[in-house]
């Protein structure tokens, strides 16, 4: 009996594995060996050989030459080396016999295709094998259809995504979580959470936040006047002036798994004090370590140090950083706020307002170099979405134009249908939401930023995009101009890119970690062609383009148009280095580069 679950806590020893059912672990692996597959083929890391082709698909196979295994797959390959591989056609055959599909094997049997050493294996292996396991998890949970989500509320199609990111095959580590934190925090389990809330010695710990947001007033928006009261009332009957303290939230795994121990000098010293749980309830985001408000909606996102490794990051928060993040943020509306061209546009940013950081003592004097053991206790407050909202519209991440659901059937193709507008209109509309002010802030300010789904939030009318708003700014902006004029404060965003990578940041993080995604899925899903499609994505860079001809020149010297740029891999990155991935101080450092892609609007130009 093929039975479901629901997102409670294991109850019971057995239940932490009741998905786990072999019809639903065959069918995940077969997702994951697809996804496999594919990527590794994009980033040239295997080389699928043709062997047939007729009625619009190629037939392919694959060894690693040196066994007698063998794949074999039909597939389509899309602009920019996109596989759309056929997943019922997947067959795996062993000294001729075939045998199950099995993402665990596929990785050691093309270890040495993937480069992966043998020290970091144990680790990749638990982040594929915890993969698996989440995403049997959304296979067996009662989650909504594609068609439902086209009517679902914001927090509904957040919590009902199934992929995670579409470009990395391990996308779902959250290594350090188990079974009951899993269904805890993870956010496909959709459980509400309490944060806990910590008293901090100012001496240890800082507090920034926005020139016209006082740390008073944050904590009276936030958590109330009578909760305040509480704790300020805890620290007194320990003897202690709260004064000397700041409060600041945590993460409830943090708390128990790193702070409470990893800190157990600070608590006992009282530069911590546990003051318990606030009474606001939250839901985890697509980024796990940020919640929703659910209590009060229009209140603010709180972003919270993790220290689980997930997708190549420990997933900590820089005391170092949040020092200076409402300042970014603030430098970042003013700009936005002063370009007539991205208010007219109605492009907008979540602001992140305040945050606090903490510093202990021990790992500070111990440790030189970056780590993740100095990242372990800070969090932020971001702006809600909610408030930005007019009559009749809708929230949604743009993560979500890539999903589909259980049965394979796709989010995007069931918007496009219910919103009462042809594709090509859907399409235009979207793309000028989404694609024109990231090109403006390029060509205009040499502003970048890392446009992928779970960072954008699309605002809708009818089901149709009006305008995009960006989150997740202080750690994710760049200013490629070495010599920029910013404040003292934030000259950390100015960082010089040799001239040929600049514009990857739209090939690479928009057109191929995006779009190519997107026009598959409406080859596949809408009999949409993908030549369509990206002659609406050169239509909205020529319109913008033709529509700012005081910048010509930055045009031609990163032209979007070239006729092909470098491919940058994800999955070289996180085989290379799957605990520390990137080195956010050098962006251009950290690519893994092999050879280039055909650029699918080049043919598009005017």
Known sequence: MNQMITALPAATPGHA?????????????????????????????????????????????????????????????????????????????????????????????????????????????????????????????????????????????????????????????RMGFDANDYRAYAPEAASPIQLIWLAVRKTKATFSSLSDLTYEQLLEEELGTA?????????????????????????????????????????????????????????????????????????????TALSILNMGFMRGLSPYYMLATPAINEWLKALIDNDPFLTENGFSILREVAAVGYRNHYYETALVNDTPYKKMLSALWRESPVPQLKSGQRLMTMASLLHLDAQGESLLTALIASSGVDTDTWLRRYLNAYLTPLLHCFYAHDLVYMPHGENLILVLDNNVPSRAIMKDIAEEIAVLNPDAELPEKIKRLAVSVPEELKILSLFTDVFDCFFRYMSAILV????????????????????????????????????????????????????????????????????????????PIAPFKR
């Open 17 to 173: 594995a009741l998905h786990l059912t072999p019809e639903r672990w065959n069918k995940v692996n077969r997702l994951l060996v697809r996804k496999a597959l594919a990527e590794f083929a994009h980033e040239k890391l295997i080389e699928p050989v043709l062997t047939t082709s007729g009625n619009g698909w190629d037939h392919y196979r694959l060894d690693n030459g040196h066994t007698t295994l063998e794949y074999r797959f039909r597939a389509r390959k899309l602009a920019l080396d996109h596989w759309l591989i056929d997943t019922a056609s997947i067959e795996k055959t062993r000294d001729g016999q075939a045998v199950p599909l099995d993402a665990l094997e596929f990785i050691i049997e093309f270890k040495e295709h993937l480069g992966i050493q043998e020290s970091m294996m144990p680790v990749y292996l638990d982040e594929i094998s915890s993969t698996l396991y989440g995403s049997a998890y959304k296979h067996a949970k009662p989650g909504l259809t594609a068609e439902e989500l086209t009517r679902a509320d914001f927090q509904a199609v957040e919590t009902g995504m199934m992929e995670g990111h579409p470009g990395f095959v391990a996308n779902n580590g």
């Open 524 to 599: 596949e899903k809408a009999d949409y062609t993908e030549d369509r499609f990206w002659s609406l994505v050169a239509e909205c860079v020529s319109t913008y383009q033709q529509s700012q001809p005081q910048y010509a020149e930055k045009f031609a010297r990163y032209d979007l148009f070239a006729p092909e740029f470098i491919r940058s891999c994800l999955n070289r990155l996180q085989l290379g280095n799957n605990q520390q991935m990137v080195n956010l101080a050098d962006p251009a450092g950290n690519l893994k580069l092999a050879g280039t892609l055909i650029n």
């Open 227 to 303: 909760t305040i009261t509480d704790f300020t009332a805890q620290l007194t009957e320990q003897g202690l002036d709260p004064d000397d303290y700041l409060f600041m939230p945590a993460h409830p795994w943090q708390w128990f798994n790193k702070l409470s121990m990893a800190f157990s000098a600070d608590v006992a010293n009282r530069n911590i004090v546990c003051l318990g749980y606030g009474e606001d309830s939250y839901l985890a985001q697509q980024s796990i370590r940020t919640f929703f408000n659910t209590s009060h909606p229009e209140k603010r996102y709180v972003k």
